[in-house]
């Protein structure tokens, strides 16, 4: 009965509270613009009303159009369940659970590509080329993040891994899984979800043949995977495991809330970065990571 | 036994009679997998020293469990392989070449099986041989076609460097030992360590391990693709096993496990940095065996560190991963290669950039090539997952325990992580470019889906891809077994990785996929389904030649690796305000052949053509040869020798 | 004590890599400034007793490196109306992993050395490898002239970083020698640039090679 309450908590803490953060986001975008903006719960708006709606799909495609989302949100919502949410850990926890995670996000990103290329439009083209290119890069320090966890806690297992703090390196680790996240989720610099030329656009230019129930799937597990993200980088940096369950559930929340506000500030004071300019930023991400993962091995043999 | 008559019987009657020559292979093919089954889930090793002898030598049969792992690969892929070719180069199409092909598949299989089971240098050599002949004349099937002649004398070119070098290995081997034996005897004797390097070498070249790799891409582009499928799902896995089972067998200096690992991490970069830029898609699936191939070496190199630091039990999770991979990559890749051949069956192009929008006419083709990349991306729920995850946390487990490997394993598990993610890329890029949006070409417009016999066995290898991810925990004593056998040391059944947990997530996720996927169908259809044109930014009338082609999906990481991929491009731009024709047109040389090996060789050439006018047949010369050669060696004593 | 220092020798060396990363000049200059000012305070953190001389020095140090130079390059870019690209012979990318690869190898080095007891927790040695290997790289991988000012200054701030290691045994003099060197070198290259520029029209590096014979 117990495991039964514990996994609906945990959907419901997933499925519910993850698109509140776009919503976030945005009214702080608004907020710093001076104006008033969307109401924080627009994408729950916009999720039902996608959910009702008729489907459109290009006269090219084939069902993996309709297949490749639906596998992309099982895969992210897989992925979530993997991590642990503060004082209430992981649901499932085993021992390299940590390259399930990062391999189920891979396979989320494959299935997103291909109904992409369903559609056989040269932008969806350049949307997914660009997502799966960078996607190496971040790929590179996530893995370089991964393994600063490991060496810092000798644990390859999520639920150990996260609860101390990353030690001397965490600063470090902070600003490199923040650089992650905003490219993995497609924000700015790396990407404008609200610019409306195509050319510019990454995830949103694999998503623009998408209508319907596929598209509110589709937008439901960015938001999911924009959650988990700032779960992790809350968890990766901050002493979750030494404090109280009370505490702990308050400084999860902080959290993540600190780093949607953070998403939402660099989105208003900063510009999208020319293309070319992006692997540069993600090999700085990169080497974020890479000097966390030196810090923690110096610190632990001192 | 049974098995080998069977395909003695095969060379013999199959090159008439195409039905009994299937029915003979698939039997053999099952005996022998039997065979290889019952060694590595039963007891004992099967071990045969009979009478006969040839050359002079006793002929010595040995299969212990690290032959049966190989052995059960060549079987599952031979057979599929040869019901596969019943209708993909079938009598009617190939009068000429289809009952060689057949004489020769025999041959090969019977050749592979004994390389994995003798237990005799000298017998090892000829088999070796052989094998590598019987794949030479099966590349080169198609010999009117120049390309597939070229790709046939280098493929057999390098081979034989490999295979001398291999003469050497087991010549020093013999007079070290005085006998040509082989077996795990061996493993006392400290003096022959160097001998390693001579293995590494001769068995790299047939395993295409990265810098040796160069008659890798064109030999599997060029053959017919079953055979694409056994060289890339098998024979190179041959080289594997030399290297697997000398490194078992011979004490290794200690160096071996940097080594190795260094090769396997570089290889599985590059290897895949070839693949993501590649057009044809039969060369991007060869270079991808040049990734595979590497990342099972980063198993091997973890488990000889793990053994040169006392015996660390994560050296035998690398290792498994390894031998699993080995397994995994044989059923994926040669599931791609049978879908390759597949759309090469139905368009006659290898271009990407001819093909598109064939899910519509190969709906299975499509599907299963779909399933092949997810596996050979390493995406949970599949096979590809599992190997990579044991190979993975046998690294991880070095790291955090602080070994000295760790300076190894931190670059490779990056690596790693970057060759995963470039495979995905890659093969996004194939799947996409083949199989979705619209046909690029008329060719493409009429393409047909293959009979039974091309989707049944396709079928068959995606099952063993599903079953191997979703019930690892079922390998698992198989792999403890093979890893015992490497290293008796490791030689015990439980598993220390939570394989039936995986296994466990990974039906659960296949399910939840089928139902996520099911509900959401489901829902569209209810909401209602209208189709339309593809958007394309308010313009009404998109055709097939706008569509975003290979090139331009590859063309940011080809940018990155510009260093080594050294891309040739040609294009005449757009200018004026009435514009000629442009085009674009870009090739990726295969940088190590033809920027290494062939200025090096023409370098040989030119001195040599330099030296050979010294041979010109006028005999005074060469008196005056002789004479100076005296002169100098007369010189060469009076000031040259000691005081 | 040495936690703070290291701290800040951690965040030069974070700023050499970002200076290698830095694709526009005043950015580059900035970056410059800022690591000129955070060596500047190091001698307060490393001697123990303050003294009118140390104080001297360190206002020199952090005005010189931190404001008067960077002011100077300032001026000789709006004066020689130069382009805010950085132009890089190689690319950022490349020499950002040179310099991190540069960096790691410089702290991995620097633990084999035989360095004095007090040195040995000290990030000094292998902060002063990677500043001077980063003014290399700035130095040869960068075509205009203010950008290869730039990394002379780096590599003349790992030298100085190499000085402090002797703070103890050499007066502050010497260091203040190096500095009034370095602040003539700028003036000079100042005015260089601002004739260059009359004479040429580029700051190009690449095309002063006709002045080789």
């Given at each position: ?302 | ?93 190939y009068?000429?070449s ?38 030479y004349f099966l590349i080169t099937l198609e010999n009117k076609r120049p390309a597939v002649r070229a790709a046939g004398w280098l493929y057999l070119a390098a ?55 160069v008659w890798l891409p064109s030999a599997h582009a060029n053959a017919p693709s079953?055979v694409s499928?056994?060289l ?46 590649q057009n044809d898609f039969k060369r991007l699936l060869a270079y ?52 390759a051949g597949?759309?090469l069956?139905?368009?006659g192009t290898r271009e990407?950039?001819r ?232 090739r990726i040389p295969e940088?190590?052949l033809e920027?290494?090996?062939t ?45 | ?213």
């Amino acid at each position: 009965m117990n495991t039964v309450l514990d996994l609906i908590f945990r959907l419901a803490w997933w499925l519910i509270l993850a698109p509140l953060l776009p919503g976030i986001i945005n009214k702080v975008k608004a907020w710093v613009a001076g104006r008033r903006g969307p109401p924080v719960l627009q994408l729950y708006y916009d999720l039902a009303r996608l959910w009702r709606k008729s489907v459109v799909m290009s006269t090219l495609a084939s069902p993996g159009f309709i297949i490749g989302p639906a596998v992309a949100w099982v895969a992210l919502l897989g992925a979530v369940i993997l991590v642990p949410l503060g004082p209430a850990g992981a649901a499932l926890s085993f021992w390299g659970d940590v390259l399930l995670m990062l391999y189920l996000l891979a396979l989320a990103r494959f299935c997103t590509a291909w109904a992409a290329m369903e559609t056989g439009s040269a932008f969806e083209g350049m949307g997914s080329a660009r997502e799966v290119s960078y996607a190496v890069l971040a790929e590179a320090a996530m893995v370089a993040a991964m393994l600063s966890l490991c060496v810092q806690t000798g644990s390859i297992s999520l639920a150990t891994m996260l609860a101390p703090s990353a030690g001397a390196g965490a600063v470090l680790l902070a600003a490199g899984l923040f650089t992650v996240l905003l490219a993995e989720n497609c924000r700015v610099p790396f990407d404008d979800p609200n610019t409306h030329l195509e050319l510019t656009m990454i995830h949103e230019a694999m998503i623009l043949d998408h209508s319907g129930p596929p598209l509110a799937v589709i937008l439901h597990g960015a938001s999911m995977k924009l959650l988990l993200f700032s779960v992790l980088l809350t968890e990766a940096v901050l002493p979750m495991g030494d404090l109280s369950p009370f505490a702990a559930t308050g400084v999860l929340l902080g959290g993540v809330l600190t780093v949607t506000v953070g998403v939402g500030l660099v989105e208003s004071l900063l510009a999208r970065f020319a293309f070319r300019r992006v692997p540069l930023l993600l090999t700085t991400a990169v080497l974020l990571c890479l000097f966390a993962l030196l810090v923690a091995w110096k610190g632990g043999a001192a | 036994m049974v098995s080998a008559g069977c395909f003695v019987a095969g060379i013999a009657g199959g090159y008439r009679r195409p039905r009994t020559w299937l029915a003979l292979t698939v039997t053999g093919a099952t005996a022998a997998l039997g065979a290889s089954l019952w060694v590595l889930f039963g007891s004992a090793d099967w071990e045969w020293l009979s009478d006969i002898t040839v050359g002079g030598e006793r002929l010595h049969l040995r299969l212990d469990a690290l032959s049966a792992l190989f052995l059960a690969l060549l079987c599952v892929v031979g057979a599929t392989g040869a019901l596969y070719a019943h209708e993909y180069w079938s009598d009617r199409h190939y009068p000429r070449s289809a009952p060689r092909g057949r004489a020769w598949w025999s041959s090969l299989i019977l050749c592979m099986g004994l390389v994995l089971t003798l237990s005799n240098g000298l017998h090892f050599l000829i088999a070796w041989e052989l094998f590598t002949l019987s794949a030479y004349f099966l590349i080169t099937l198609e010999n009117k076609r120049p390309a597939v002649r070229a790709a046939g004398w280098l493929y057999l070119a390098a081979s034989h460097v490999g295979t001398l070098v291999l003469f050497a290995f087991f010549a020093a081997l013999a007079s070290h030992n005085g006998n040509w034996d082989l077996g795990p005897a061996m493993r006392e004797q400290a003096g022959l360590a160097p001998l390693f390097w001579l293995a590494l070498f001769g068995f790299g070249v047939k395993a295409g391990v990265f810098p040796l790799h160069v008659w890798l891409p064109s030999a599997h582009a060029n053959a017919p693709s079953h055979v694409s499928a056994m060289l890339s799902g098998v024979a190179l896995k041959m080289g594997v096993y030399g290297i697997m089972r000398f490194s078992g067998w011979l004490p290794v200096p200690p160096s071996a496990g940097w080594v190795v690992i260094g090769l396997g991490a570089l290889g599985a970069l590059l290897g895949i940095a070839f693949a993501f830029a590649q057009n044809d898609f039969k060369r991007l699936l060869a270079y991808c065996s040049v990734e595979n191939i590497g990342i099972i070496l980063i198993g091997v190199g973890g488990a000889l560190l793990a053994v040169t630091q006392g015996d660390a039990p994560w050296g035998r999770l690398a290792l498994a991963g390894a031998l699993l991979h080995v397994w995994n990559h044989g059923a994926f890749k040669s599931l791609l290669f049978f879908s390759a051949g597949s759309v090469l069956h139905a368009t006659g192009t290898r271009e990407m950039s001819r093909l598109g929008g064939l899910w519509r006419a190969m709906p299975w083709t499509a599907g299963l090539f779909a399933l092949g990349a997810l596996a050979v991306s390493g995406l949970p729920p599949l096979n590809g997952f599992v190997s990579e995850w044991l190979v993975y946390l046998g690294l991880l487990g070095s790291i955090t325990g602080k070994a000295p490997a760790a300076w190894a394993a931190i670059p490779a598990v990056i690596l790693l992580a970057l060759a995963g993610a470039l495979a995905l890329a890659s093969f996004a890029k194939a799947g996409a470019m083949i199989f979705l949006g619209a046909p690029r070409t008329q060719t493409a417009a009429r393409a047909h889906e293959g009979g039974r016999w091309m989707i049944g066995p396709m079928i068959g290898l995606a099952a063993v891809c599903a079953v191997i991810g979703l019930v690892p925990a079922l390998v698992w004593p198989a792999l403890a077994r093979a890893a015992g056998c490497w290293h008796p040391a490791w030689a015990s059944a439980e598993s220390p990785a939570p394989l039936a947990t995986l296994g466990l997530v990974h039906v659960a996720l296949a399910l939840a996929v089928a139902g996520a996927a099911a509900g959401l169908w489901w829902k569209s259809r209810i909401n209602g389904v209208r189709r339309g044109l593809t958007w394309d930014c308010g313009y009404a009338t998109p055709t097939a030649r706008m569509q975003y082609t290979g090139g331009s999906f590859a063309d940011i990481g080809v940018g990155w690796f510009s260093w080594i991929l050294q891309p040739e491009r040609s294009l005449r731009r757009l200018r004026g305000a009435l514009p000629a024709g442009a085009f674009h047109q870009e090739r990726i040389p295969e940088t190590v052949l033809e920027r290494v090996i062939t200025p090096v060789g023409e370098g040989v050439i030119r001195v040599s053509s330099a030296v050979r006018r010294l041979q010109h047949g006028r005999l005074q010369a060469y008196i005056l040869y002789v004479v100076a050669g005296i002169a100098a060696l007369g010189g060469l004593v009076l000031f040259g020798g000691k005081p | 004590m040495n936690t703070h220092l290291n701290l800040l020798i951690g965040l030069a060396m974070g700023l050499n890599l970002i200076a290698l990363g830095s694709s526009r000049l005043p950015s580059l200059i900035q970056v410059v400034s800022a690591q000129g000012m955070l060596l500047g305070v190091m001698p307060l953190l490393l001697e123990h007793e303050w003294s009118w001389m140390l104080l001297a020095v360190v206002v020199a140090t952090v005005g010189g490196k931190g404001l008067v130079i960077p002011g100077l390059l300032r001026r000789a870019m709006r004066a020689a109306n130069i382009e805010r690209e950085v132009d890089p012979l190689i690319g950022f990318v490349p020499s950002l992993l040179l310099g991190a690869g540069g960096t790691i190898a410089a702290v991995a080095l620097s633990q084999s050395l035989p360095l004095l007891p007090e040195h040995a927790g000290l990030l000094l040695v292998p902060g002063a490898m990677a500043s001077v290997l980063t003014g290399f790289v700035l130095l040869i991988g960068r075509a205009k002239a203010i950008s290869q000012v730039c990394g002379y200054l780096i590599l003349e701030n790992g030298i100085y970083l190499f000085g402090l290691l002797l703070i103890n045994s050499t007066p502050l003099m010497v260091e203040a020698g190096v500095l009034l060197d370095v602040t003539v070198g700028v003036f000079v290259i100042g005015i260089i640039v601002d004739r260059i520029q009359r004479a040429f029209d580029s700051l190009d590096t690449r095309k002063l090679t006709v002045l080789r014979e």
